[in-house]
């Protein structure tokens, strides 16, 4: 495996890890509850739904990485890219579908960068 | 006898090796203060109504001066203007954490890092119960990374500057300089 599949396979298995922990944490609250479970002390919280939604997105962008299938890489980094859109649209307002806050937009932004820039200039150097 | 020496290049190499390691953990630790503090910057108002949260610490600047020219900026720019500073502090935090923790552009994020600590400690330095030292080892700290260039650590500046040197476009040479 390259380095660069290996960085986005890197970037992809956080986002996945985060997506799982925060399912667990998050159980037992609403499917959409509008405060999500936080992910240690971090910040970062997510509810039911946004933790099914990182950890899925996470799974397509390490299914991109190991199968050298960059449109699955750039799909879950446009995920994430609209989940940090999710954030600034729905962040303190009643209702916010995924349970995010500003610390959920700095982890949504760095996963949809990472994934977006690994890809892009992967693409760039074939 | 026989004496046992490490080669001066081995030296060289380990101390290398725990450089990279501590500016790694450097990086980390900041992106992960900014992730947790982009957290209670709220929308819509960020604490204008209830006046706490953001805009609490930033009236601070005003009721405890820290420095003229900055508290002057505050009361007559920032405060009216309030809810877009909001914004833009909640933005440039976010966007702190999610690049330093990538470890991507890393030393133009660290010089945002400077900036921003700095700011913040033109906020609050004077306030009651704050640790200054808290303040300055922040600014220091984003100036180790930048220095260091800790991107290039297990960073994804170390993964895509072999493509961007290789790049002829615009795009390249600026992310180079940024990282």
Do not use: C
């Not at chain 1, 050298?68 to 890489?73: A, D, F, G, H």
């Amino acid at each position: 495996m390259d380095v660069m599949r290996r960085a986005q396979a890197a970037v992809a298995i956080v986002a996945l890890i985060a997506g799982v922990v925060s399912l667990i944490v998050s159980l037992g609250l609403p499917l959409t509850a509008p405060r999500g479970g936080a992910l240690g002390g971090t910040g970062i919280t997510f509810n039911l739904l946004g933790a099914a939604l990182v950890s899925v997105l996470g799974l397509i962008a390490l299914a991109g990485a190991l199968l050298r299938r960059r449109p699955l890489v750039l799909a879950a980094a446009a995920g994430f890219a609209l989940i940090a859109v999710q954030v600034l649209l729905q962040f303190g307002r009643s209702t916010n579908l995924l349970g995010t806050r500003g610390s959920s937009l700095s982890f949504a932004l760095g996963a949809a960068a990472g994934l977006g820039a690994l890809a892009l200039w992967a693409r760039r150097d074939v | 006898m026989s004496v046992t020496r490490t080669s001066p290049v081995g030296l060289a190499g380990e101390a290398n090796q725990a450089g990279g390691v501590a500016f790694f953990v450097t990086r980390i630790v900041l992106a992960l203060l900014w992730i947790q503090n982009s957290g209670w910057k709220t929308p819509p108002d960020f604490g204008q109504s209830a006046e706490a949260g953001l805009y609490k610490f930033t009236r601070f600047a005003v009721e405890h001066e820290v420095f003229a020219p900055y508290a002057f900026v505050v009361r007559e720019l920032i405060l009216p203007n309030f809810i877009i500073f909001g914004w833009l502090v909640l933005i440039v935090e976010a966007s702190l954490g999610a690049f330093l923790l990538l470890g991507l552009a890393t030393r133009l994020w660290a010089l945002v890092g400077v900036a921003q600590s700095l700011a913040i400690a033109l906020s609050v330095l004077n306030a009651p119960g704050e640790w200054s030292w808290a303040y300055y080892l922040m600014i220091a700290a984003h100036l180790a990374i930048f220095a260091a260039a800790a991107g290039r650590y297990w960073g994804l500046d170390a993964v895509l500057r072999p493509s961007w040197e290789r790049s002829d476009s615009r795009l390249a040479r600026l992310l180079l300089k940024a990282s």
